[in-house]
């Protein structure tokens, strides 16, 4: 999949995500406004509209929180890596150096020896 269709289909996940939160908030305002039956009508409706802003807020800085720890999480996880792969870059080349000095050794003991 492209780059572009694979932000549209995390733009249409994040979307279809959202509308279930708030169909999932719609659902507890109902219920909580169905256990409060001395409410009328035009209280009922007020109660319910200031549950689900209240409750998909609280969902929003949870989601916030959530990817602002993912940023910090793979901001740490890249400097390790970096780290962890330059010190295994060091070690490959110091193994490639050590055995070129070792060949090196034995052509030239090779050669000491043909004489």
């Known amino acids: 999949m492209d780059r572009q269709g694979t932000a549209l289909a995390h733009e249409v996940e994040g979307y279809l995500l959202a509308q279930a ?3 999932q908030a719609r659902r507890e305002a109902a219920a909580l406004c169905a256990r409060l039956t ?9 109660l319910a509209r200031h549950y689900i802003e209240q409750r998909l807020g609280l969902t929003r800085q ?4 959530t990817a602002d720890r993912a940023k910090r999480l793979r901001g ?4 390790r890596y970096a780290t962890l792969r330059r010190a295994l870059l060091r070690r490959h080349a110091a ?3 050590l055995l070129f000095l070792c ?3 034995a052509g030239a003991t090779a050669c000491l020896l043909d004489r």
């Open 21 to 23: 939160e708030r169909e």
């Open 38 to 46: 001395w409410l009328t009508t035009g209280q009922a409706e007020d």
């Open 62 to 65: 949870a989601l916030q929180a």
């Open 76 to 79: 740490e996880y890249e400097a």
């Open 95 to 97: 193994c490639a150096c």
């Open 103 to 105: 060949s090196t050794a």
